[in-house]
Structure formats: C-alpha cells, structure tokens
C-alpha cells in the first residue's frame, strides 16, 4: 500500500507557474505508474498527466499538452508537476493517483490509491 501527500499548490496569476509535488510513502514507489488528475468545482474531475514506473513515458490531457510537465524521482519518491502559463481554467484541486495495474492512464477507475489534493487557483 502507499500513502500519497501533495503540496505546492496556491494562488497565481494568469501566466504564472507552480510546482505540484506528490510524496509517496512507502519502499515500492518505483514499481507505480502515477497520474494527476484535477476537479474543477461544477466539473467532473479529468486526467491531467501521467508517468509510468520509469519516467520514460509520459501522457498529457490536450488541454494542458506544451504547458503541463509531469516528472518524476523514484529516489525521492516523489512525481511532480510543473505547470506554466497557467490561465484560469486550469483552477481546480489538483489531486496524484498510483496505481501498478497495467491500463489506460488517463483513467481514473485505473488507479488504487489517492492523495487529498491540493489546490490550485490562476486569477486573471
């Protein structure tokens, strides 16, 4: 089992930059792909970034493709998400998921374990 625990979240302006940070705990963070997934309030919450075990493949929602890059230190046991040219669209809880279960990475239903999320908000 892992434990998942985001940070970096805040307040920015439109255009701004933030790094999201997911610490996992536990020995076997190398073997777990991991996604990013966002919930805007209204929405339905939607695939952001994915990376799998080694960081040598990574998926990104078209929304945030050329903006959004998701990376990861097995070392550290950490995946992080840097995200620039933020606009206000891109408001929301932005939560890590792990999962070790070969499927499709842009689904939510694929992944086992959550963090709590942190938040996000682009002012304009």
């Known amino acids: 089992q892992v434990q998942l625990a985001e940070s970096g979240g805040g307040l920015v302006q439109a255009g701004g930059s933030l790094r999201l940070s997911c610490a996992a705990s536990?020995?076997?963070?190398?073997?777990?792909?991991m996604g990013w997934f966002r919930k805007a309030p209204g929405k339905e919450r939607e695939f952001v970034a994915a990376?799998?075990?080694?960081?040598?493949?990574?998926y990104y929602a078209d929304s945030v493709k050329g903006r959004f890059t998701v990376s990861r230190d097995n070392a550290k046991n950490t995946v992080y998400l840097q995200m620039n040219s933020l606009n206000p669209e891109d408001t929301a809880v932005y939560s890590c998921?792990?999962?070790?279960?070969?499927?499709?990475?842009?689904?939510?239903?694929?992944?086992?374990?959550w963090g709590q999320g942190t938040q996000v908000t682009v002012s304009s």
């Open positions: 536990g020995r076997t963070f190398g073997s777990y792909a």
């Open positions: 998921a792990a999962t070790v279960v070969a499927g499709q990475r842009d689904l939510a239903r694929n992944y086992d374990y």
């Open positions: 990376i799998n075990w080694s960081g040598a493949n990574r």
